[in-house]
């Protein structure tokens, strides 16, 4: 079984990146999910207010399942969120592992 990787990348506003923080290590404290091995969120090192968001499945079948999973908090926070981040800058990337016939 293939592992997936998916990502959302964005610029938040920089006005809102204190509140941004604290939404986002509450969200590391919320987020799980049934095959979700990691929720990591990182900064990109060469320009400020620029995340990702790297969220690691074991399967294929978890990733396509993971926003069936979500409680009320982690909405109420990811729409929060959403209200930070600076329009038409979101990028969203999946990776589905490579694996060898040879089990």
């Known amino acids: 079984m293939s592992q997936v990787i998916f990502s ?3 610029e938040i506003l920089p006005e809102k990146r204190e509140e941004y923080l604290d939404v986002v290590r509450e969200l590391k404290n919320l987020v799980k999910a049934e095959g979700l091995l990691s929720y990591s969120v990182y900064e990109k090192k060469s320009k400020t207010n620029v995340f990702e968001e790297i969220y690691l499945f074991d399967s294929k ?3 396509e399942n993971f926003d069936d ?5 982690v909405d109420l926070l990811m729409t929060k969120l959403s209200d930070m981040i600076k329009g038409h800058s979101t990028e969203y990337s999946t ?3 490579v694996v060898s016939n040879n089990n």
């Open 8 to 10: 959302i990348k964005y």
């Open 61 to 63: 079948e978890n990733f």
């Open 69 to 73: 999973d979500q409680d009320e908090r």
């Open 95 to 97: 990776l589905n592992e």
